[in-house]
């Protein structure tokens, strides 16, 4: 099976750079995504990570040491709309994907 | 393109009643998920079409739950009969299903067992 940790709760100010952390354990592991999700909202494909190294959209970037079995997303110059859920997940076999519990972001003035 | 379309947005019962979910994926998506969120929680996978056979419903507790992808498009999930513990929001998610580029998810239908 999967099972993925990430921090449950992040915060920072509007302008700063965040990083959100997650670490997997999985069997047949083909790459991480990254989703945000604000309430009520449905969850919306950030980036993905099938090679070790970083991945770098826009002021979102993201990376993956599969080694260690860990990666994070890096979200910079911060702005009060980037304030939602963020979730890691595990692509393995088949192409299903298994999320993480979620860390919430809250963007301050 | 015109997103993955859910049906309908909120629907409240009583325990031991059934419901239905409908989802129209993405158009030419062969991949189509339905997830289970659990206010505070990641989605959880109930099951996985390709095209209109499944590929994976291990999660799918087959006692009360039902999935069905007809002629490989859009898709019904049901739950006969509910339980307080089905609350929650189903979310349905479609994919290429070659290339992978993440999924689409569409807006969700927010059950509430009551």
């Known amino acids: 099976g999967q099972s993925l940790e990430q921090p449950s709760e992040v915060t920072a100010v509007e302008g700063a750079i965040v990083q959100i952390n997650c670490t997997y354990q999985?069997?047949?592991?083909?790459?991480l995504s990254w989703y945000q999700q604000h309430d009520g909202g449905a969850p919306t494909f950030l980036s993905y990570?099938?090679?070790?190294g970083l991945e770098e959209t826009g002021r979102f970037s993201s990376f993956l040491s599969r080694s260690d079995s860990y990666g994070y997303l890096l979200l910079q110059e911060l702005q009060m709309k980037d304030s939602a859920s963020y979730f890691c997940?595990?692509?393995?076999?088949?192409?299903?994907?298994?999320f993480g519990d979620g860390t919430t972001l809250t963007v301050k003035p | 393109e015109a997103g993955v379309a859910q049906s309908p947005r909120y629907k409240i019962i009583e325990k031991r009643q059934s419901v239905a979910f409908w989802c129209n994926p993405i158009s030419g998506h062969a991949t189509l998920y339905w997830y289970q969120q659990i206010l505070g929680q990641g989605p959880k996978l109930l099951i996985q079409f390709q095209n209109n056979g499944v590929v994976d419903d291990s999660q799918l507790p087959k006692d009360r739950f039902s999935a069905e992808r007809l002629k490989g498009v859009d898709s019904t999930l049901k739950i006969q009969p509910a339980k307080l513990e089905d609350s929650a929001v189903y979310l349905c998610?479609?994919?290429?299903?070659?290339?992978?580029?993440?999924?689409?998810f569409g807006s969700g239908t927010r059950l509430t067992v009551v």
């Open positions: 998610a479609s994919s290429p299903g070659q290339v992978y580029h993440g999924y689409t």
């Open positions: 999985t069997s047949g592991f083909y790459g």
């Open positions: 990570n099938g090679l070790d």
């Open positions: 997940a595990v692509r393995a076999n088949a192409g299903k994907s298994t």
